[in-house]
């Protein structure tokens, strides 16, 4: 069975940092790539960045409103994914989604439950 | 960016109707569209994919259609289960990005 179990979210100031990890099991991790989505309160789905798999390369992209602030990086030996996130903003509150893509697609098939990051004083 | 736009906002149907859900991309996306589910407090659940794919598991009365700029999802009977937000996706070009989502509530 497909887990994805993501943590590391809290409420952090603006500016702060937070670094989320998901731990990934029931799979090959190494063979897909993999994605963090967020969703602010009450709002849509927006995808943050991804990650592709080791034969890739671990290309990664990201969504224009994280560049520079958010590194997404993987360690396959540990089956964990992660998300750095520097220079936090009020706008980056959200549920953050750690999810796995279909293989060889670019939709999300698996999601793990979500971590709340909260960006307040 | 491709701006994904979904109509209606929201969507009344009685259980047992057909519901028809519309997704419609500022370009082509060719058949790189995505349908999901979201329930309140739930992560959401991969429906359609590649426009007309059914994911694994998915009940047959879930259909996809479209292609280039216009999609449609149509649940063909709903059922209690199925009220919820829907969103499409476009995977054809980076940034991947969502629709607003179409609310569909019980008539």
């Known amino acids: 069975e497909v887990q994805l179990v993501e943590s590391g979210g809290g409420l952090v100031q603006p500016g702060g940092s937070l670094r989320l990890s998901c731990a990934a099991s029931g799979f090959t991790f190494s063979a897909y790539w993999m994605t963090w989505v967020r969703q602010a309160p009450g709002k849509g789905l927006e995808w943050v960045a991804n990650m592709a798999e080791r034969e890739r390369g671990g290309e990664t992209n990201y969504v224009d409103s994280v560049k520079g602030r958010f590194t997404i990086s993987r360690d396959n030996a540990k089956n964990s994914l992660y998300l750095q996130m520097n220079s936090l903003r009020a706008e980056d509150t959200a549920v953050y989604y750690c999810?796995?893509?279909?293989?060889?697609?670019?939709?999300?098939?698996?999601w793990g439950q979500g971590t709340l990051v909260t960006v307040s004083s | 960016e491709i701006g994904m736009t979904q109509s209606p906002a929201t969507l009344s149907v009685s259980p047992g109707e057909r519901a028809t859900l519309s997704c419609r991309a500022s370009?082509?996306?060719?058949?790189?569209l995505a349908w999901y589910q979201q329930k309140p407090g739930q992560a959401p659940r991969l429906l359609i994919y590649n426009a007309f794919t059914r994911a694994t598991g998915i009940p047959a009365r879930f259909s996809g259609s479209g292609s280039g700029t216009e999609f449609t999802l149509t649940i063909s009977s709903l059922q209690s289960e199925d009220f919820a937000v829907y969103y499409c996706q476009q995977g054809y070009n980076w940034p991947w990005t969502f629709g607003q989502g179409t609310r569909v509530e019980i008539k």
């Open positions: 370009q082509s996306v060719t058949t790189k």
């Open positions: 999810a796995r893509h279909r293989v060889g697609g670019r939709e999300v098939e698996f």
